[in-house]
């Protein structure tokens, strides 16, 4: 798993087994779309058991998100130099903390509701597990969404069944962990990350809530799917396209990159 980019690797292909800057950017841009097409679903699920906020709030959040990469250049490496690039005039690629601090501190600072403190610590504790590391390969990025989600339950001290956003983070996090720890890419083990929490959003469905604004209904809370279950749903759904897209790690400037529909 530790090949570097164009280096012999295994059939999968060593180029997609680190997760770069590139990657993550587009996993954030991709979020922020996501959020953006299905912010008056989440909404609606929350007017249900919440204040109806959750779809404004994490769309005002990703907003602000992506327009602070677009401000700071953070394309990441596959990003032509400024003077349109080349062999040549190869970037050095961006560490990956920084990125994801920012991207955490942005959703804490713009998005007032419980929502945006503990989607931004989960990046701000991916950012820090991540530091100054340019690429990640399938464990280590696991290890980093395994912190981010340890971030959220420090923060919101949810625990899985208390019918938060925890019922699909802690799950996919403990399946991506696992299927990094078999030798998937990181794009199939996001992939089934993401598979796993769908499964964790449709189980709150029953639950009655024992933590936020939804727990004020006590047992009336129960028939309805968490919104911020299905937020995270979303993060982790947006993670597998963006490493599917990606390859997961674009190759260095004077490679090809890879071909989108390669098999992962
Ligand atoms: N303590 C907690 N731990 C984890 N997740 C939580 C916690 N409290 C709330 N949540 C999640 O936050 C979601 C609600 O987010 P939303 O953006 O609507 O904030 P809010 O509860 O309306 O905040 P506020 O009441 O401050 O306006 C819930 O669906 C739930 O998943
Ligand atoms: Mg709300």
Known sequence: MSAAPGAAGPASGAARDLVDAAAVAAWLRAYAAAVAERRDELTELDAA???????????????AVVARLAAAGGEGPAQEGPHGGGPDEAATPPPLGPLL?????????????AAGPLYGT????????????????????????????????MRGRAETGDKTMVD?????????????????APAA????????????????????????????????????????????WLLLEAAARA??????????????????????
């Open 49 to 63: 058991i919440g204040d109806a906020d959750h779809g404004v709030n994490m769309d005002r959040g990703m907003r």
């Open 101 to 113: 601090k920012t991207a955490g501190m942005t959703l804490v600072s713009t998005v007032g509701g």
């Open 243 to 264: 490493l599917e897209a990606c390859g997961a790690a674009h190759a260095p400037q004077d490679e090809p990159m890879p071909a989108a529909d390669d098999p992962v």
């Open 122 to 153: 989960f990046f701000l504790e991916m950012g820090k597990a991540a530091g100054e590391r340019t690429a990640l390969t399938a464990t280590e990025w696991a290890e980093a969404v395994a912190a981010g989600v340890a971030g959220v339950q």
């Open 189 to 232: 083990a996001t992939r089934e990350a993401a598979r796993v929490a769908a499964e964790g959003m449709r189980a709150t469905i029953p639950l009655v809530a024992r933590k936020g604004r939804a727990s004020y209904l006590g047992q009336r809370s129960a028939g309805h799917q968490d919104p911020g279950a299905t937020s995270s």
């Open 168 to 184: 699909a983070l802690l799950p996919a996090a403990v399946a991506l962990g696992a299927a990094a720890a078999r030798g998937s």
